[in-house]
């Protein structure tokens, strides 16, 4: 294309296959998010119901065991919605890097 340089070219043709790559993806991370912030919400009051109902030291340590596990749930998700959008970062960013090194000096 005159006026337009081959890599500029290249790169508008792989983020629009990206966008169809990785339809899905963006779906995946925001059912992540709420599924994770559901736990959480759904954990502390499991939680605290299990440990009144339960009652004594023992529901005191039911109540400190719940909130500690689904905070770490809650954690897990919301790390697993980051892992997600990290390896897609990283074939784009290796992609950029090979075309790069391969690319011929105009």
Request: no cysteine; hydrophobic share 45%.
């Given at each position: ?7 500029d070219v290249l790169r508008r043709e792989r983020k ?44 005191g340590f039911r109540i400190v065991i719940g909130i ?12 697993a919605r980051e892992l997600l959008k990290l390896f ?19």
């Amino acid at each position: 294309m005159p006026g337009k340089k081959t890599h500029d070219v290249l790169r508008r043709e792989r983020k629009a296959n990206k966008i169809q790559e990785y339809y899905y993806i963006k779906y995946a991370t925001s059912a992540l998010r709420v599924i994770a912030w559901i736990i959480l919400v759904l954990g502390l009051i499991g939680s605290f119901v299990w440990g009144i109902t339960t009652g004594g030291i023992e529901g005191g340590f039911r109540i400190v065991i719940g909130i500690i596990g689904s905070f770490l749930a809650w954690l897990g998700l919301l790390t697993a919605r980051e892992l997600l959008k990290l390896f897609m970062d990283v074939k784009e960013n290796t992609i950029n890097t090979a075309e790069r090194i391969t690319r011929k000096p105009d």
